[in-house]
């Protein structure tokens, strides 16, 4: 068949004001041959009435109705009720490019892949910046894919993915994707979408990876506010994703690294959602992901994405030290969303004992570093994390699995 069936599964919950965009771009995809499962998870919005609306306008649209069970378990409805030979995933609040499919179809069955692995742009306010995979693209193979297997979760420094982790930006076969995808708990809730790509890969013969961008990825004033959950609940949904992680790989652990791999993986996703870890009986650092002792220390903190947030959350909770100011480059963003975020420059008008850099990616870590220097700052005063292969072994052993 020239243009085999692609299955494109939209997971839907509160976001009926972007749902009409996504919902136009991916009917005014080049190529044609489309099944739109509208996945409504129980949205209590009007996303309901919109699905229904558009599955009035086109025959190609299939529309669930179900109670709120989460992302995972709205991507199985989708799953089990797809007609494709290929599938795909769209955030509801985002959009595609009108050729997005036309592309990684032509790549996946030029190469006779199992999966067309593309980058994408993302989208903040009014600026997109496009961003690719850190392994080259190109087609992958015996030996070649081996390698790819050896570097996905882990590519070169600590928290840097050699294939990102989202599902959205890829093209399966459906052979590759039905296991992973319905092999994920429902429970997940953190890391997701990573429990179900690196299974593929592992089940796959042959991968494409392309730098296509068409997808558009929506980062929303309110996605960009991070919700924060006590240890015990972070601790909790982290554990799930490793079982699931452990489970996945075992038959694969040894032949590509995978136990590091994963232990990083993890690690790092602990270390941006945490902040570190307070002993309650003692309410001393029990965890604490930088060298330097911050306790009673007057301190500022570069960065408020993720990491960024949640340290400003633990710091101020546990009154660790005394915050006097909060900086990032796009402190106007953050502004927008009620953060109260300052310019970079605003280090040479502080008295402070560190500056806490809230990033986990060395090469990100040390542009950083030296515009603080720049700026008058000693070296001295910066504090990163500690990547180290046994710091990360001592939080992943001591402080993820025994808490």
Request: hydrophobic share 35%; net charge neutral; aromatic share 10%.
């Amino acid at each position: 068949m020239n243009n085999p069936l692609i299955s494109v599964i939209v997971p839907i919950y509160r976001i009926d004001k972007y749902l009409g965009i996504c919902i136009e771009s991916i009917l005014n995809q080049t190529y044609n041959n489309l099944e739109v499962i509208l996945v409504d998870d129980g949205s209590p919005d009007r996303c309901s009435e919109i699905c229904d609306l558009y599955a009035s306008k086109d025959s190609r649209i299939k529309v669930i109705h179900k109670e709120n069970g989460g992302l995972v378990s709205a991507r199985k409805a989708g799953v089990q009720v797809s007609k494709g030979e290929y599938i795909g995933y769209v955030d509801g609040d985002d959009w595609i490019g009108p050729g997005f499919y036309q592309s990684l179809m032509h790549s996946i069955k030029n190469s006779d892949s199992d999966i067309a692995i593309a980058g994408f742009s993302r989208d903040l306010f009014a600026s997109t910046k496009n961003l690719l995979n850190a392994i080259p693209s190109g087609v992958y193979e015996g030996e070649s894919l081996k390698n790819v297997c050896k570097q996905m979760l882990s590519y070169g420094s600590f928290y840097s993915h050699g294939i990102t982790t989202y599902l959205w930006n890829k093209l399966f076969k459906r052979s590759a994707i039905i296991v992973p995808q319905m092999a994920v708990d429902n429970q997940i809730t953190v890391g997701e979408d990573a429990a179900v790509v690196y299974k593929a890969i592992l089940r796959s013969k042959r991968i494409v990876i392309t730098d296509n961008c068409a997808y558009h990825y929506r980062q929303r004033e309110d996605s960009m506010l991070k919700l924060s959950c006590n240890y015990d609940e972070e601790y909790r949904r982290l554990k799930a994703l490793n079982d699931c992680m452990v489970t996945s790989f075992q038959n694969e652990a040894g032949e590509y690294n995978l136990d590091q791999q994963q232990k990083e993986f993890i690690t790092g996703t602990y270390i941006i959602r945490s902040g570190g870890k307070i002993d309650n009986a003692s309410n001393e650092l029990k965890y604490f992901p930088f060298k330097h002792d911050i306790v009673g220390k007057k301190v500022v903190v570069h960065g408020a994405g993720t990491f960024g947030q949640q340290l400003v959350r633990r710091i101020k909770c546990e009154n660790l030290c005394e915050l006097i100011g909060w900086i990032d480059k796009d402190f106007w963003e953050y502004r927008r969303c009620c953060m109260d975020v300052d310019p970079i420059e605003r280090v040479c008008k502080l008295d402070f004992d560190y500056i806490i850099i809230a990033l986990l990616a060395p090469p990100t870590i040390d542009r950083i570093k030296q515009r603080l220097i720049d700026y008058g700052v000693s070296e001295s005063k910066i504090i990163t994390v500690e990547v180290t292969k046994d710091l990360i072994d001592k939080a992943y052993n001591q402080y993820l699995l025994n808490s």
